[in-house]
């Protein structure tokens, strides 16, 4: 079992920026995931795919609403994932949530399909 804990999320103005981290763990053997990515969910929104990056080569996928001001890394010393989130809005409240898969998705990082997620940090875009 993976566990996931997310952190860096809180209060921002519009226009402003944030960074948020998840740090991966298990125990019991070494940590392996095919890839890792950020998901949010809105206040009566579905839950929406933001961005996912390849854990051995650091490819990466954006969805359209955040491409070019989100921005996904790792640090595979560390097992963490971070999210880099500049030029706020008030539509990017939400609750943000890290995301882990085991295996490849069968049409590629646009399709990630994640076995672990995190407990979720509430980012709130005041304008």
């Known amino acids: 079992q993976v566990q996931l804990v997310e952190s860096g999320g809180g209060l921002v103005q519009a226009g402003g920026s944030l960074r948020l981290s998840c740090a991966a763990s298990?125990?019991?053997?070494?940590?392996?995931?095919?890839?890792m990515g950020w998901f949010r969910q809105a206040p009566g929104k579905e839950r929406e795919f933001l961005a996912a990056i390849k854990w051995s080569d650091g490819s990466v996928y954006y969805a359209d609403s955040v491409k070019g001001r989100f921005t996904i890394s790792r640090a595979n010393a560390v097992n963490t994932v971070y999210l880099q989130m500049t030029s706020l809005k008030s539509e990017d409240t939400a609750v943000y949530y890290c995301?882990?898969?085991?295996?490849?998705?069968?049409?590629?990082?646009?399709?990630?399909?994640?076995?672990?997620w995190g407990q979720g940090t509430q980012v709130t875009v005041s304008s």
């Open positions: 298990v125990s019991g053997r070494t940590l392996r995931v095919y890839a």
């Open positions: 995301a882990a898969g085991e295996n490849p998705p069968r049409w590629g990082l646009r399709y990630f399909d994640p076995d672990y």
